[in-house]
């Protein structure tokens, strides 16, 4: 550390009222008093690491707000996080949110004039300064820190030219590192953008030559799709039967082809239901789950491409499979969480392992089993048709959830056999170069994250000002 002389953040407060308080707590901001516009309310979602996050956008009336006057924003003002990691996060009021008020665990601070109030922010986000926070904090699990540990807060308080020549170091570095990663998360847009289209171009026929052109030219005849999928209904119906399928058999219902586009010459329309056996899980009781036993997949299990069992409940392994036999899962089943089946980090959609068996469906988790080439379905599946059909097919004013029925309506356009497996290898083959983009992209971008704390580092041990600054200050 330097040999910078150093006070308390009470100690260098700005002597009007209220410059450091927190947001008004119980009744006198509850949620009856939020309103669609007035005077903003800054939450503790709004608190990011050195800058403020626009999108948690809350208000109430002015009326209210002047009834909350000691909570109220000026311009200069510092935001501090009370809660939330990381603890003790700060960032600059913008002047574009005022008028504006607190709300409980953000703390208002004022830093007195002399001091460069982002030399204080730089400060407090620093390595540093977030260990102070964490150590004057309480609480397991999530940390809060109070305000009488806020106002224990250490400070450095270096003379006003080395704190104004540490903030443009600081600022100068970060405008680079700002700059790369407006740079890598364009590149991020442009990798998905890209791989949306390979799988665009793979369902609609455009990615390798089809099996009517390669017949053509080879002189040969093929087995056009719309063969196909009367071989697999047939064959699905036969199974039934063998099965000693009670009742009458019901047909899985077709598209309706009139609204379809047109499809590459051997290519026909099928739904889900027609070229995929699908199966919904099931609702235990929380009487079955125990520590040991056959894993229950439920949606929160589901990644992107795999299962995750960080969380597993279990059911006893002799009671789940002797009754629910028809909700047990095998290699290469797909699954798909049907309770928000579409979040911002794409599709919850996976292929069971068999490292992931036993397993049995819960409710809310659809499995399904193509009978066309597993690759080639799964690119319908993570297709932006797909992605969008799900999205309005939503429905559920509490939990966001899709139906079974939904997904098996989905029209699924088929080419031959023969051209799904050449289909689904090129679909592999480019998207396994894009997810090496991506491992770089999200591999420089942590960087650049750590790049930020090292530059704070430095900056509070005094190397990012020259020397002779530092002797004469």
């Known amino acids: 550390m330097t040999d910078w002389p150093w006070k308390t953040l009470e100690e260098v407060v700005a002597s009007e009222p209220n410059?450091?308080?927190?947001?008004?707590?119980?009744?006198?901001?509850?949620?009856?008093?939020?309103?669609?516009?007035?005077?903003?309310?800054?939450?503790?979602?709004?608190?990011?690491?050195?800058?403020?996050?626009?999108?948690?956008?809350?208000?109430?009336?002015?009326?209210?707000?002047?009834?909350?006057?000691?909570?109220?924003?000026?311009?200069?003002?510092?935001?501090?996080?009370?809660?939330?990691?990381?603890?003790?996060?700060?960032?600059?009021?913008?002047?574009?949110?005022?008028?504006?008020?607190?709300?409980?665990?953000?703390?208002?601070?004022?830093?007195?004039?002399?001091?460069?109030?982002?030399?204080?922010?730089?400060?407090?986000?620093?390595?540093i300064g977030r260990k102070n926070a964490e150590n004057h904090s309480h609480g397991v699990g999530r940390l809060r820190i109070n305000m009488g540990a806020i106002r224990e807060l250490p400070v450095p308080v270096p003379s006003r030219a080395v704190q104004d020549q540490t903030v443009a170091a600081i600022e100068t570095y970060f405008s680079r590192l700002d700059a790369a990663v407006a740079s890598l998360t364009r590149a991020n847009a442009n990798v998905r953008h890209a791989r949306a289209s390979v799988l665009k171009a793979a369902v609609e026929g455009r990615l390798v030559p089809t099996e009517a052109e390669l017949a053509r030219s080879e002189g040969r005849d093929y087995e056009p799709a719309s063969v196909l999928v009367e071989r697999i209904l047939a064959e699905r119906k036969a199974a039934w039967a063998r099965s000693g399928g009670c009742g009458r058999y019901h047909e899985p219902v077709g598209p309706e082809r009139e609204e379809l586009p047109p499809l590459p010459k051997g290519w026909t329309w099928a739904t889900i239901g027609q070229v995929a056996e699908s199966q919904a899980g099931h609702a235990f009781k929380s009487g079955d789950f125990t520590d040991e036993g056959v894993n229950l997949l439920r949606g929160d299990n589901i990644g992107h491409g795999s299962l995750r069992w960080g969380d597993r409940r279990r059911c006893i392994a002799p009671h789940a499979l002797a009754e629910h036999e028809s909700l047990q899962l095998a290699a290469r089943d797909i699954v798909l969480a049907m309770d928000r089946p579409v979040i911002s980090t794409g599709l919850k959609l996976a292929v069971v392992a068999t490292s992931d068996l036993p397993a049995l469906l819960v409710q809310r988790v659809l499995r399904l089993r193509p009978r066309v080439e597993?690759?080639?379905?799964?690119?319908?599946?993570?297709?932006?048709?797909?992605?969008?059909?799900?999205?309005?097919?939503?429905?559920?004013?509490?939990?966001?959830?899709?139906?079974?029925?939904?997904?098996?309506?989905?029209?699924?356009?088929?080419?031959?056999?023969?051209?799904?497996?050449?289909?689904a290898a090129e679909v592999d083959r480019r998207l396994s170069v894009l997810d090496a983009l991506d491992t770089t992209i999200d591999t420089n971008l942590a960087r650049c994250k750590r790049l930020r704390q090292s530059i704070l580092k430095r900056a509070f041990e005094g190397r990012l000002v020259p020397a002779e600054t530092r002797a004469n200050a």
């Open 374 to 423: 597993l690759r080639y379905f799964l690119a319908n599946l993570r297709s932006p048709a797909f992605v969008a059909h799900l999205e309005g097919e939503v429905r559920g004013g509490g939990v966001p959830h899709i139906s079974e029925a939904q997904v098996r309506a989905f029209p699924v356009p088929v080419p031959p056999r023969a051209e799904q497996g050449r289909i």
């Open 19 to 127: 410059s450091l308080t927190d947001g008004p707590f119980g009744s006198k901001l509850k949620s009856e008093h939020y309103t669609d516009s007035g005077v903003r309310v800054v939450r503790l979602g709004n608190l990011g690491v050195g800058e403020f996050k626009h999108d948690d956008r809350s208000f109430v009336s002015p009326k209210h707000a002047t009834d909350l006057g000691r909570h109220r924003l000026f311009e200069g003002d510092l935001l501090i996080a009370a809660l939330a990691e990381p603890i003790g996060r700060c960032c600059e009021v913008p002047t574009s949110i005022l008028p504006a008020i607190v709300k409980a665990d953000c703390i208002r601070f004022r830093p007195k004039g002399e001091l460069n109030r982002r030399f204080v922010m730089h400060w407090l986000n620093s390595p």
